[in-house]
Nanobody, 120 residues
Framework: QVQLVESGGGLVQAGESLRLSCAAS????????MGWYRQAPGKQRELVGS???????RYASDVKGRFTISRDNAKNTVYLQMNSLNVDDTAVYYC??????????????WGQGTQVTVSS
């Protein structure tokens, strides 16, 4: 009922930047929070950053000051601008969207994941 399409991953060198996008579609009435998570090989999935409907943001401590999360409510899209990337940022990045569908149906959806690889 809700589709999330991610884009923007890739291979970059340390110090470079990438911008991830995640667009949500479906019978969406409203979106509460939107966020990005990541999972590195052998590690648990962890929160990178999230943004509430009102614009409040929060970040993992190791990305604060380097990553910026933003959203375009008209497009149901969330972005993650990643600057000064380092090898520890290498992971599969997943977007997560929490909202409401027609008929007062609550949903939480995950994107398919996009690979970010940072080489030294």
């Amino acid at each position: 009922q809700v589709q999330l399409v991610e884009s923007g991953g890739g291979l970059v060198q340390a110090g470079e930047s990438l911008r991830l996008s995640c667009a949500a579609s479906g019978r969406i009435v409203s979106i509460n929070a939107m966020g990005w998570y990541r999972q590195a090989p052998g590690k648990q999935r962890e929160l990178v950053g999230s943004i509430a409907n009102g614009g409040n943001t929060r970040y993992a401590s190791d990305v604060k000051g380097r990553f910026t999360i933003s959203r375009d409510n008209a497009k149901n899209t969330v972005y993650l601008q990643m600057n000064s990337l380092n090898v520890d940022d290498t992971a599969v990045y997943y977007c997560n969207v929490d909202g409401w569908l027609e008929g007062r149906q609550h949903f939480i959806s995950w994107g398919q994941g996009t690979q970010v690889t940072v080489s030294s």
